[in-house]
């Protein structure tokens, strides 16, 4: 079972959490969704869903976790709960894993539109899509600090490892 934040007010995350609630029953998982209504109420949620029945957090992507996405990752260090996400700053803040988006590819290919767009293509006719590379970024020291043991192929399949030395 996983639980994770989500915020009502965003679209964005209310569409976030049904994919993910959607996904993770393809794959026979449950997910313990919490609302959260405010920034004020994050840290009290994160705390409060980190002490429900749940075997990991993964936190879906939506503003108002994001920017308070080390509340996220202190509640659960404290529970010794796993932690992924879907933000490499989320890795850095504290997860032990996320698969992420490459925000200087997303530009890279945004700039390609624009320059499309410049040499006269409508905008209304450019599909919509998806990032064309996504990462896979690790931190062994906080799986460590939750209680998790990383396999080696995982490691071996990370494209960032952010406490790996060269």
Known sequence: TL???????EDNS?????????????RGLGV???????????PDAALALAAKPIDAIVQILDNQSSSGFTAIARAAARARKPLFTFIESGVRQGAAVGLTMDYHQAG????LKVADILRGKSPAGMPFSRPTNIRLVVSEAH???????LPPALLEQADLRLDAHP
């Open 3 to 9: 639980g994770t934040l989500y915020s009502p007010a």
């Open 14 to 26: 209310v569409h976030n959490r049904e994919v993910f609630e959607a996904e993770a029953a393809r």
């Open 32 to 42: 313990v969704p919490l609302p959260v209504n405010s920034p004020g109420e994050l």
């Open 108 to 111: 890279f290919d945004a700039a």
């Open 143 to 149: 799986a460590r600090s939750l209680g998790m043991n």
